[in-house]
């Protein structure tokens, strides 16, 4: 079985809900700007992100989008969004589009490929 392109995936998504794809949509592309050398690929039914090493990943899911941190729990939540209890991993939930700034999205995805980066 050949593996899902990103966009074969946000094509899906399109179809399923609108409204996430926006938000999964806008969060790609506040990576693709923020950082240089930024690769992706499809993996857990999400979009994974490295620059050197993986740092983020976006998932969406019925409710919400879901961006995850790969090593979330090493950074000091400076704006309190950050979500989840395991080991290693947090998280921010996004419901519409306009939560991306408000929840600080940029700031977070700056700490979390510092962490990541860290952590090697």
Not at 68 to 77: P, Q
Request: glycine share 8%; net charge negative; hydrophobic share 40%.
């Amino acid at each position: 079985m050949a593996k899902q392109s990103v966009q074969e995936l946000l094509d899906d998504l399109r179809l399923v809900s609108s409204q996430n794809y926006d938000i999964v949509n806008t969060v790609r592309t506040l990576i693709m700007q923020a950082f240089d050398d930024v690769a992706e690929e499809v993996k857990y039914g999400g979009i994974l992100f490295s620059s050197g090493v993986q740092f983020a990943g976006v998932f969406a899911y019925k409710a919400h989008v879901s961006v995850e941190f790969r090593n979330g729990a090493s950074i000091n939540d400076p704006f309190g969004f950050l979500e989840g209890t395991g080991i290693g991993r947090r998280h921010i939930k996004l419901q519409s589009v306009s939560q991306i700034p408000d929840k600080q999205l940029a700031e977070y995805l700056a700490l979390a490929l510092k962490a990541s980066t860290e952590e090697r």
